[in-house]
């Protein structure tokens, strides 16, 4: 059992950053993402790494303005969020499972984080 808890949400104008930070109960190889859902729309995929670090993947809408990485010995994920627009404001969900772009596949999920951009 993976238990994650999201810290980092906040309240940023538009172009601003924000780094939101994923902490996992234990140890973990499995690969941990970020998704995100803003209201009456679909939970949408953001970001991946797999279990080593070695590998990342992005949708195309944060692509080059987010960054995504692990501490291992920390158990800890991070996304750095740059250049961020109002369209980036959704609650953004941290999973731990296996490496891919669907959130359906991943086992653990945290609470989530409220991220709002104005504009």
């Known amino acids: 059992q993976v238990q994650l808890v999201e810290s980092g949400g906040g309240l940023v104008q538009a172009g601003g950053s924000l780094r939101l930070s994923c902490a996992a109960s234990?140890?973990?190889?499995?690969?941990m993402g970020w998704f995100r859902q803003a209201p009456g729309k679909e939970r949408e995929f953001v970001a991946t790494i797999n279990g080593l670090g070695s590998n990342t993947d992005y949708s195309d809408s944060v692509k080059g303005r987010f960054t995504i990485s692990r501490d291992g010995a920390e158990n800890t994920v991070y996304l750095l969020m740059n250049s961020l627009k109002p369209l980036d404001t959704a609650v953004y969900y941290c999973?731990?499972?296996?490496?891919?772009?669907?959130?359906?596949?991943?086992?653990?999920w945290g609470q989530g984080t409220q991220v709002t951009v104005s504009s």
């Open positions: 234990g140890r973990t190889r499995y690969a």
């Open positions: 999973a731990a499972g296996p490496f891919g772009r669907t959130w359906r596949d991943y086992n653990y």
